[in-house]
């Protein structure tokens, strides 16, 4: 299962005309519109295993202070997917969906919408931050920007065999700090694996297609927005994972767009839904 191939698109911040392209990309001038802001850096599981985990936000200066001197294996990582409260909301004001991915599937309709409700995050970190290796939920691509700092991605082709698995180190660090895969896994890879290793810097926009596997790790300070979606053009390579692993929503979608569903099922390679085309 995939869309594509991972790439990484320069400029979009400046080419776009993104507000965060000058105001993210000075710590300075972020932090005078975005210091009292809350953002989550982590939660706290209930003790007694029922219920919602309990989500815990500090403002961004405090969150920033914080980096500075910190020095833990497994840093707190700024990781955010509420835009509706506590000033949140202007976040949203200051970037744009690349014109590359601006048409999504699950936009189609709010019900359809409601089944992938969190596919935005800000996310904010320190040195030694970032994310273990992961493919992303619900059949879904995804696409990331940096405003400020360095991050180092490695991303591997679909597969889930367990020896495949096994290689890349997947449930062995599932619960390690994320830098722990860096020192670990990747002197241990062959170069049939089809790790792709890559440097994202400020205005980078790194493209992850459905079904690949992708960790990362922030060498500095970071600040990056990022969407997940299904691009139409890929829902009949991703439907056969969808209907396996969520029939209740297929089911809908069957009840609802029955001519989708026939043109998937009786001629998927010829299946596509409207897409502009885009010059940049």
Same mark, same amino acid.
């Given at each position: 299962?995939?869309g594509?191939?991972p790439?990484?698109i =320069?400029g979009?911040?400046?080419?776009?005309?993104w507000?965060?392209h000058?105001?993210?990309?000075?710590?300075?001038?972020?932090?005078?519109?975005?210091?009292?802001?809350?953002?989550?850096?982590?939660?706290?599981?209930p003790f007694?295993?029922?219920? =919602?985990?309990?989500?815990? =936000?500090?403002?961004?200066?405090?969150?920033?202070?914080?980096?500075?001197s910190?020095?833990?294996?497994?840093?707190?990582?700024?990781?955010?997917? %509420?835009?509706?409260?506590?000033?949140?909301?202007?976040?949203?004001?200051?970037?744009?969906?690349p014109?590359?991915?601006?048409?999504?599937?699950?936009?189609?309709?709010?019900?359809?919408r409601?089944?992938?409700?969190?596919f =935005?995050?800000?996310?904010?970190?320190?040195?030694?931050?970032?994310?273990?290796?992961?493919?992303?939920?619900k059949?879904?691509?995804?696409?990331?920007?940096?405003?400020?700092?360095?991050?180092k991605?490695?991303?591997f082709?679909?597969?889930?065999?367990?020896?495949?698995l096994e290689a890349?180190?997947?449930?062995?660090?599932?619960?390690?700090?994320?830098?722990?895969w860096?020192l670990?896994?990747?002197?241990?890879?062959?170069?049939?694996?089809?790790?792709?290793?890559c440097l994202?810097?400020?205005? %980078?926009?790194?493209?992850?297609?459905?079904?690949?596997?992708?960790?990362?790790?922030?060498?500095?300070?970071?600040?990056?927005?990022?969407e997940?979606?299904?691009?139409?053009?890929?829902?009949?390579?991703?439907?056969?994972s969808?209907c396996?692993?969520?029939p209740?929503?297929?089911?809908?979608?069957?009840?609802?767009?029955p001519?989708?569903?026939?043109?998937?099922?009786s001629n998927?390679s010829?299946c596509?839904?409207?897409?502009?085309?885009?010059d940049?």
């Amino acid at each position: 299962m995939n869309g594509g191939r991972p790439v990484i698109i =320069r400029g979009v911040p400046k080419h776009q005309a993104w507000p965060s392209h000058e105001g993210w990309s000075d710590l300075t001038t972020f932090l005078a519109s975005y210091g009292s802001t809350p953002i989550r850096v982590t939660e706290i599981k209930p003790f007694h295993g029922m219920g =919602r985990p309990k989500q815990v =936000r500090i403002p961004l200066c405090l969150y920033e202070e914080y980096t500075r001197s910190n020095i833990a294996d497994d840093p707190f990582y700024g990781f955010e997917p %509420d835009f509706e409260q506590e000033g949140r909301q202007k976040l949203l004001q200051d970037y744009s969906v690349p014109v590359f991915f601006q048409n999504d599937f699950y936009n189609t309709s709010p019900q359809i919408r409601e089944f992938y409700p969190n596919f =935005r995050h800000f996310i904010i970190g320190g040195a030694r931050t970032g994310t273990n290796l992961h493919v992303d939920p619900k059949s879904t691509s995804a696409w990331n920007t940096l405003l400020m700092g360095k991050k180092k991605w490695a991303i591997f082709p679909p597969g889930a065999q367990e020896k495949y698995l096994e290689a890349l180190g997947v449930r062995t660090h599932a619960k390690h700090p994320p830098s722990y895969w860096w020192l670990d896994i990747p002197p241990t890879l062959s170069k049939e694996l089809g790790m792709i290793e890559c440097l994202q810097e400020a205005g %980078d926009t790194i493209y992850v297609p459905a079904g690949w596997w992708h960790c990362v790790l922030n060498l500095d300070f970071t600040i990056a927005i990022t969407e997940n979606l299904l691009q139409p053009e890929f829902l009949p390579v991703v439907w056969p994972s969808l209907c396996s692993e969520w029939p209740l929503f297929t089911k809908f979608i069957e009840e609802t767009m029955p001519e989708l569903v026939e043109s998937i099922k009786s001629n998927p390679s010829e299946c596509r839904l409207a897409v502009p085309a885009v010059d940049y």
